[in-house]
């Protein structure tokens, strides 16, 4: 089932963690089991913004050990990245085993994330510009307060809310994904993908990893993959409508556009309001209301319809 929002703003910046709690908010019944949200905060020159956690939420009631190993683990991510020459601008803990780093690097990405994954115990949920991934277990409510998103402000953003059917129910599995190791791409996704093991090998013989067994992560990689390859956001999502089998809907994210895409069955429900100043989409029109109570017109994307908005 799940539900998928998401929301941008024309040439101005909002509260977009307060507008997508409330959206997911309003969602919670088709997802109880996982929160998440990308939101698009306003880059400083040359720093990056890094979410990662070192452990599961349900791994910290497991005693005393636990967290010994997240603070060595943390411990272990301070001294590489040191190592690395990376210049540390602020270190901020949203959570035990969840942390928020902003830095300036002028080397390469993919061997820094490398290089920190390889701890034992480690994930990165994102690195970007902009991009601020944050994900665990709970409604959007709980999810918020925890990680303190009320206030923060920014362009755009896209979220989750996950009923597990086929994967476990922990942060690893939840929704969104960041496309690794391109900063500011993130995708959330409603339905199933049937050619997901074939696209995923082609993806691993062309260099990238996956850090989950989802079909959601494909599409942000396959996304970013195509992106690399020069073709803009808008081309690239069409080109997935005829290359992704299945039903889906899906939302991607850059740092400066949002994208939706439905495939030729419109299968997966999708509700979208637009005006001149903002954009709102969501799996049911009860989340886009929650933002705007007065009386908004609302309607249907078509089948197989990608549209993509600039911030």
Request: charged fraction near 25%; proline fraction near 2%; include cysteine.
């Amino acid at each position: 089932m799940c539900g998928i929002a998401g929301l941008i703003h024309r040439g101005s910046t909002a509260d977009i963690g307060s507008e997508m709690t409330s959206m997911l908010q309003s969602l919670k019944h088709r997802g109880p089991d996982s929160t998440g949200f990308a939101l698009y905060g306003i880059p400083e020159n040359n720093q990056h913004v890094m979410r990662f956690k070192v452990a599961e939420q349900e791994d910290m009631k497991s005693g005393f050990d636990i967290h010994r190993q997240v603070v060595e683990r943390q411990k272990e991510v301070d001294g590489r990245l040191e190592y690395l020459g990376v210049r540390m601008v602020e270190r901020g803990e949203a959570t035990a085993y969840s942390h928020r780093y902003i830095f300036s690097y002028d080397g390469d990405m993919r061997n820094l994330a490398d290089y920190v994954e390889d701890i034992e115990g480690v994930e990165i949920l994102s690195i970007g510009h902009g991009l601020e991934l944050v994900k665990d277990l709970g409604d959007a409510a709980t999810v918020s307060q925890q990680y303190d998103l009320d206030g923060f402000r920014g362009t755009h953003a896209i979220g989750h809310t996950r009923m597990a059917t086929e994967s476990d129910v922990d942060i690893r599995s939840a929704h969104p994904y960041w496309a690794y190791p391109f900063s500011d791409v993130s995708v959330v996704h409603n339905g199933q993908l049937t050619n997901y093991w074939t696209l995923r090998r082609e993806m691993e013989r062309r260099g990238h990893r996956f850090m989950s067994n989802c079909d959601s992560e494909l599409i942000a990689v396959y996304i970013a993959d195509r992106i690399g390859d020069g073709e803009d956001l808008e081309a690239a999502m069409v080109r997935s409508v005829d290359e992704l089998d299945g039903v889906f809907t899906y939302l991607v994210a850059t740092s400066d556009r949002l994208g939706m895409a439905k495939d030729v069955m419109a299968a997966k429900p999708m509700v979208l309001y637009e005006s001149d100043e903002f954009v709102g989409l969501a799996s049911e029109e009860v989340a886009i209301r929650s933002v705007f109570p007065k009386e908004i017109e609302t309607w249907d994307p078509y089948h197989g319809e990608v549209k993509v908005w600039q911030a």
